[in-house]
Nanobody, 121 residues
Framework: QVQLVESGGGLVQAGGSLRLSCAAS????????MGWFRRAPGKEREFVAA????????HYVDSVKGRFTISRDNAKNTVYLQMNSLKPEDTAVYYC??????????????WGQGTQVTVSS
């Protein structure tokens, strides 16, 4: 049984920053990589970022490159998403996941409940 708990969401003005955290518990078996997805109002769920558990290699969707940074602390079973230069388009529910990055694709297997990020104009 895997549990993922996100925190750090909130309301921020455009250009501001937020730092999301996600703590994982339970056995993930081979799904040790972690990543973030988001669902904006009226939009489909989309991939945001992922990070390899073994070597820390990050991956990002083009729209957040240079603004968001994903990192992890293996000892704490925690992944972070530092979000800078936030835009109203970043407004969404952000979901923490555990999965596997294989080749150039990230496959999410376990999902958190989500945390709301709202960016005002």
């Amino acid at each position: 049984q895997v549990q993922l708990v996100e925190s750090g969401g909130g309301l921020v003005q455009a250009g501001g920053s937020l730092r999301l955290s996600c703590a994982a518990s339970g056995r993930t078996f081979s799904s040790r990589d972690m990543g973030w997805f988001r669902r904006a109002p009226g939009k489909e769920r989309e991939f945001v970022a992922a990070i390899s558990w073994s070597d820390g290699t990050p991956h990002y969707v083009d729209s957040v490159k240079g603004r968001f940074t994903i990192s992890r602390d293996n000892a704490k079973n925690t992944v972070y998403l530092q979000m800078n230069s936030l835009k109203p388009e970043d407004t969404a529910v952000y979901y923490c996941t555990c999965g596997l990055y294989s080749g150039s694709n990230y496959y999410a297997r376990f999902w958190g409940q989500g945390t709301q990020v709202t960016v005002s104009s």
